[in-house]
């Protein structure tokens, strides 16, 4: 039947409701901005667990992860944060040098080359941290080096996050002009996220050890 407990239809629905829930949490915990790093590795973890099917809880296993890594997802935050500030702040510095077109030019890409890298990591940063149970070092080694051994989810990381902002920015008429997102839109990119991840993580777990 379709509205039996285990039909197709219920349980899209069950997990729309759930997408729902979690980005609330999200919202809610990652208001005060010094928390988003936090807020970030509860939602990566917690959509993971439901790409998994292993979630009884959203809102338990939200709260749970965001206390556990509440420190060092902070930090992480930081970091990735302060690192961009300075991507910006040499962008800035690059338009007013009185250098040659094609220097300001070369300097330009290089800047762009590490803009795009500190993204991908940072795609993986966050969830990494909410999976294995590392310092922040490990953290951003791990996942640097997994970005790079992992070209395809990288670039489907890239495709589920940054395809949506695109839309939202071009297109904001599809989004309702934000209100999707509010609605279910960052859990649901963590969702999509979290099926990828999900399997580049299980090749390394339960330790991962790269070289």
Known sequence: MMFALDSPLVRFLNR???????????LVTALPIVTLGAALTALSGTAMRLARGESESVTGDYLRALR?????????????????????AWWTVIGGL??????????YAVCGVLAFRLTVVALFAFPYL???DDGLRTVLRNARLMSVRHAFASLALLMVTGLPVVVTVFYPQ?????????????AGVAYLAGIVLTGVFAT????????
């Open 16 to 26: 729309f409701a759930d997408l729902m829930i979690l980005n609330l949490l999200f």
């Open 174 to 186: 599809v989004v309702v002009f934000g209100l999707l997102w509010f609605l279910f839109g960052f």
């Open 98 to 107: 009185a250098v040659p077109g094609l220097v300001r030019i070369l300097l």
């Open 204 to 211: 390394y777990a339960p330790k991962l050890a790269l070289s």
């Open 68 to 88: 556990r890594d509440l420190r060092p997802g902070m930090l992480l935050g930081l970091v990735v944060a302060g690192l961009g500030l300075v991507l910006a």
């Open 130 to 132: 909410a999976t294995f």
